[in-house]
């Protein structure tokens, strides 16, 4: 009987926490010198951008813990996965294995160490969810014409799976 009740209440955190993983607080855009002198240089910067761009991607774990997952914009497709919760995968190509771990948000200019093997709870992660600025969330973004310019180019990268 207490095996039951024990597995009971297990249960829904255990699918809270699956559910949960991939919802991303910040996504910061790892900009060149020239493209931070001005608002203008920075949208056409955005409208024009290489599948080598790099975004930092910060999530929010079940725990309270933050993660940062560095990503290059053209390992970026859209997705529906984790029961419609994930919006974004990302995909490697099979010869570039992704690295070990997550960078620590205590340490962000450090490159994760492919040697070293991390615990379960701090893999990297690859399935994200970001909200839709067409849904009217986008009052809560910075530079929302950036952000759907990033948007843009993710979808160029692959066909939203319905």
């Known amino acids: 009987?207490?095996?039951?009740?024990?597995?009971?209440?297990?249960?829904?955190?255990?699918?809270v926490a699956y559910t949960t993983s991939?919802?991303?607080?910040?996504?910061?855009?790892?900009?060149?010198?020239?493209?931070?002198?001005s608002h203008d240089i920075l949208t056409r910067f955005s409208r024009t951008l290489a599948p080598t761009t790099e975004l930092d991607i910060t999530t929010?774990?079940?725990?309270?813990?933050?993660?940062i997952t560095r990503v290059q914009l053209g390992e970026l497709r859209p997705a529906r996965k984790r029961l419609g919760?994930?919006?974004?995968t990302?995909?490697?190509?099979?010869?570039n294995p992704p690295p070990v771990g997550t960078l620590s948000s205590s340490a962000k200019s450090?490159?994760?160490?492919?040697?070293?093997?991390n615990p379960w709870w701090r893999k990297q992660r690859n399935d994200f969810y970001v909200g839709n600025p067409k849904l009217g969330k986008s009052k809560m973004i910075?530079?929302?014409?950036?952000?759907?310019?990033?948007l843009a180019a993710i979808h160029k990268n692959g066909q939203w799976k319905k």
């Open 22 to 37: 991939p919802f991303v607080v910040y996504v910061h855009l790892r900009l060149p010198f020239y493209a931070r002198r």
């Open 60 to 67: 929010m774990r079940f725990t309270g813990w933050s993660g």
């Open 142 to 150: 910075r530079a929302s014409a950036i952000w759907e310019n990033i």
């Open 90 to 95: 990302r995909v490697l190509p099979l010869n």
């Open 1 to 15: 009987m207490i095996s039951a009740v024990l597995l009971g209440g297990a249960l829904p955190m255990i699918f």
């Open 85 to 88: 919760v994930a919006n974004l």
């Open 110 to 117: 450090a490159t994760p160490n492919p040697a070293t093997k």
